[in-house]
């Protein structure tokens, strides 16, 4: 594959709605859009890292580093043969998965449409709709959180997420079975808790919940497992599963009984679907998670949730959940089932609101 041309854009877009989790508060994105251009076509990969390193250690500002000193000119330096073998070329760079995930999810979209096939198909997906779910942040009374899970419920989601925190969990949770006795149900602490709260994590099995994500520390196994054989609720791993490696292991040590796989956390495309075989062969059920993506990041978790391992309702929901506008189109929609229609076109099978995206650009750089 002959690249010609990278050039990496910083957009910002405030969401419609504060999104509020246990370690912050998110109102504006700032994300890092990617585009490979080259033998007549081109890919577009988004950076799902936060603004600041508190969902992990990336960030806006770290990722941009990255790419701009290591990632991109270690692409330019050599071609490369296809989009499943770029993240190897970037070993020698530890960690900074979600910059990788960003220019990998670029190639990977320009191959397909290099080779005039959808992503999902080039990725070996066979699902022609996705299960959808949504993930609600923190709010300031219940009786918000109460109507806003009947928004979505009304609006055919098939799970509601909702995130918890110390003293905003059991009396919550409490409100909403009551409330909505037969929803499929989870909640997500974001890692606020530790083992010492194992007997108050335990309270939560009598909400009969799909799962717990991400209980304890965010680069923990060992505690997860301990929890896991007290609790009655498969506990669920996010931020914990950042390579193929760890999820063997939380598999082996009985960390998890579910696996939510985000593109960005694990570096693209090539480690989410080893993640994703590795959870098949052992009966570990996945879900796709989101990071507040654009369209771009939207349309790639798409593509990925069309693996056959993805079961359960991930938190891929409409873009008018988040944005005024989106930058694709059309936009994301959820049908009333509460799935989402996989686009048929090439690469990841929207269009792009070029105008939209210049408009909301606030740096650019193009190498080489
Ligand atoms: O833990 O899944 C998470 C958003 C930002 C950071 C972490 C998480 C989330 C979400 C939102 O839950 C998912 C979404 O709607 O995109
Ligand atoms: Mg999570």
Known sequence: MNIERITLREIRMPLLAPFETSFGLTTDRRMILLEVAGEGAAGWGEVTAGEGPFYNEESTETAWYVLQKFLVPELLRKPVRSAADASERWEPVRG?????????AALWDWEARLSGRSLSALLGGTRKEIPCGVSIGIQESVEKLLEKIRVEVAAGYQRVKIKIKPGW??????????????????ADANSAYTLADRAHLKLLDRFYLMMIEQ???HDDLLDHARLQKDLETPVCLDESIRTLRHAEQAIELGACRIIN???????GFQTARQIHDCCRDANVPVWCGGMLESGIGRAHNIALATLPN??????VSASRRYWQQDVITPE???????????????????GLRLDRIEKLTVRKETFP
């Not at 989402?340 to 990841?348: K, L, N």
């Open 310 to 315: 993805f079961s359960l309702p991930g938190d």
């Open 96 to 104: 900074h998965r979600m910059a990788k995930g960003g220019l990998e």
């Open 215 to 217: 209980p304890l520390a």
């Open 261 to 267: 796989i985000k593109l960005g956390r694990v570096g």
């Open 169 to 186: 969990d059991l009396a919550v949770l409490e409100r909403v079975r009551e409330q909505f006795p037969s929803l499929r149900l989870m």
């Open 332 to 350: 994301v929609e959820v049908t009333p089932g509460g799935t989402i229609q996989v686009p048929e076109g090439d690469g990841f099978g929207y």
